[in-house]
Antibody, heavy 117, light 111 residues
Framework: EVQLVESGGGLVQPGRSMKLSCAAS????????MAWVRQAPTKGLEWVAT????????YYRDSVKGRFTISRDNAKSTLYLQMNSLRSEDTATYYC??????????WGQGVMVTVSS | DIVMTQGALPNPVPSGESASITCQSSKSLLHSNGKTYLNWYLQRPGQSPQLLIYWMSTRASGVSDRFSGSGSGTDFTLKISSVEAEDVGVYYC????????FGGGTKLELK
């Protein structure tokens, strides 16, 4: 059974950093691209970043470029999202998802990030 | 950037009736390989989203055949036949051609 389990969320002050992790199991992690998707409270889904299966390519939405870094450790089957210079508008539930060429076919349960002083 | 625009539903939808959700992209999602990179997702209340349809009209594994996707390069429709209680939630279209972009979501409520 495919499982994606996010961790690392919480309350953080504006301008500070936070790192999210996503532990994957139930599939060969190193064969798949992965992505982060976020959802602000009462809002819709917003793609944040994607990383290729081997980590050689990364893609970001404009509003997080230069502040967020997506990475992966295939030996640990773990996906990461390093978030720097956090803003109030980054407050959201962050989902880890498998970025299959057919779509985002598996999702984690999400982890909440609140940026507030 | 490709912008995705979704239409609204005339909620609530009577149980057993069909419902159609529209989605429009600002650019054709038809790839040179013949596939149209448009996906549909459902997010039930309190749950993570799930993939329903990929490549505009292919149902994801385990998805009921009451869900069907259709469209052209820029205009798309998700049809739900005989709406049931488990179909309640927010539906999102997503383009997969250039990066990934979601539509704003369409809420389905049951009567």
């Amino acid at each position: 059974e495919v499982q994606l389990v996010e961790s690392g969320g919480g309350l953080v002050q504006p301008g500070r950093s936070m790192k999210l992790s996503c532990a994957a199991s139930g599939f060969t992690f190193s064969n798949y691209g992965m992505a982060w998707v976020r959802q602000a409270p009462t809002k819709g889904l917003e793609w944040v970043a994607t990383i290729s299966y081997d980590g050689s390519s990364t893609y970001y939405r404009d509003s997080v470029k230069g502040r967020f870094t997506i990475s992966r450790d295939n030996a640990k089957s773990t996906l990461y999202l390093q978030m720097n210079s956090l803003r109030s508008e980054d407050t959201a539930t962050y989902y880890c998802t498998r970025d299959n060429y057919r779509g985002f076919d598996y999702w984690g349960q999400g982890v909440m990030v609140t940026v507030s002083s | 950037d490709i912008v995705m625009t979704q239409g609204a539903l005339p909620n609530p939808v009577p149980s057993g009736e069909s419902a159609s959700i529209t989605c429009q992209s600002s650019k054709s999602l038809l790839h040179s390989n013949g596939k149209t990179y448009l996906n549909w997702y459902l997010q039930r209340p309190g749950q993570s989203p799930q993939l329903l349809i990929y490549w505009m009209s292919t149902r994801a594994s385990g998805v009921s055949d009451r869900f069907s996707g259709s469209g052209s390069g820029t205009d798309f429709t998700l049809k739900i036949s005989s709406v049931e209680a488990e179909d309640v939630g927010v539906y999102y279209c997503q383009q997969f051609l250039e990066y990934r972009t979601f539509g704003g979501g369409t809420k389905l409520e049951l009567k």
